[in-house]
């Protein structure tokens, strides 16, 4: 195949590298690198350095041999129209892409998630740009409530789609649905009806043998992340080797899907996983995206000729003022 498919990313996390600084004090766990960190840039973004940071990042991508991109979006200060500014970026590169907005109560509680869930609901029903497809988002189980759970799986019952979501990426999602009474967080999902056949779930380090066959029985697709996992020291989701339907991601790095790649087979052999199934998985992110596009995946379109080195100047002044307001959060 000519081209890779960045089968789960955050275009949100496109200005990161122009400096972004370090964490201080440095974070201990999963849970605080997202509060230091992830949390804090969301917040911080408004309309123009989410319109930059997308376009670097889906610019670059193009650069980097992605041919097609499935994001995963939040940005709690700027949740309406913010799937637009993420469209816009990708149709005028001609990347193919799918887009949600993770609904959350992390921040503003049950009107944060109902904010997220319908902006998933407009930009559903209102996108006609041929290269993008909207899907509905939930950001993580252990950031919302059941209530919140339920409504995401109505609405795509709805609108007749699927769900993307993290889903034990680290075991702090693990503990938060046995918490709450639930085995895990994929039985939670499941038992809420939020995850419909084709639902994309990100991650699952934390699945064993037999909740990665009940993914593949229920017809979802799981999305493998590497880098993002050994960078997050999370561990490695070697029971994903009983799915057939395990698609490669960079969970908001670069869209360097090559590097992914690598990173899988360096890894693979030293948790017992399949070489030959991990080879496999960079395949399966093109099967998952033709899915989203009613069978294939639609060409990269002809983009529009861009001055990079404006680009990269305009980018690194966004970023400085980006870095400003996570400071003060």
């Known amino acids: 195949m000519s081209g890779c498919v960045n089968a789960h990313t955050h275009l949100y996390s496109g200005l990161a590298p122009f400096g972004m600084p370090e964490p201080v004090p440095a974070p201990k766990d999963f849970v605080q690198i997202l509060e230091r960190v992830w949390w804090k840039l969301d917040r911080a973004l408004d309309a123009e350095s989410l319109r930059l940071s997308a376009q670097w990042y889906v610019t670059e991508a193009r650069r980097l041999g992605t041919i097609g991109l499935i994001d995963h979006h939040e940005s709690p200060n700027l949740i309406e129209g913010s799937l637009d500014i993420l469209a816009d970026a990708c149709q005028a590169a001609g990347m193919p892409a799918v887009l949600c907005y993770g609904a959350t109560e992390r921040n503003g509680g049950r009107e944060e998630a109902r904010r997220g869930l319908a902006e998933c609901r407009r930009?559903?029903?209102?996108?006609?740009?041929?290269?993008?497809?909207?899907?509905?988002?939930?950001?993580?189980?252990?950031?919302?409530?059941?209530?919140?759970?339920?409504?995401?799986?109505?609405?795509?019952?709805?609108?007749?789609?699927?769900?993307?979501?993290?889903?034990?990426?680290?075991?702090?999602?693990?503990?938060?649905?046995?918490?709450?009474?639930?085995?895990?967080?994929?039985?939670?999902?499941?038992?809420?009806?939020?995850?419909?056949?084709?639902?994309?779930?990100?991650?699952?380090?934390h699945f064993d043998a037999s909740q990665v066959r009940h993914c593949e029985q229920m017809g979802c697709w799981l999305v493998q992340n590497p880098r993002s996992n050994r960078g997050n020291r999370v561990g490695y989701p070697a029971a994903l080797r009983e799915s057939q339907h395990v698609a490669l991601g960079s969970d908001g790095y670069p869209s360097d899907m090559q590097a992914e790649h690598l990173a899988l087979l360096e890894d693979a052999p030293r948790y017992g996983d399949s070489l030959e199934a991990a080879s496999q998985r960079s395949a399966a992110s093109h099967a998952l995206l033709a899915e989203r596009f009613g069978g294939s995946v639609p060409a990269v379109g002809a983009s529009v000729r861009l001055d990079m080195d404006a680009l990269r100047s305009e980018a690194a002044i966004q970023a400085l003022r980006l870095w400003e307001r996570m400071a003060k959060l």
Do not use: K, Y
């Not at 006609?128 to 919140?148: K, M």
């Open 123 to 205: 930009f559903i029903e209102n996108n006609t740009r041929p290269l993008v497809r909207g899907v509905v988002g939930l950001h993580a189980s252990f950031t919302v409530s059941d209530v919140t759970l339920r409504e995401a799986a109505a609405l795509c019952r709805d609108l007749h789609t699927v769900m993307h979501v993290h889903v034990a990426e680290d075991m702090a999602d693990v503990a938060d649905a046995q918490r709450r009474g639930w085995v895990g967080p994929l039985e939670r999902l499941v038992e809420l009806g939020a995850l419909p056949l084709g639902s994309i779930i990100a991650h699952g380090v």
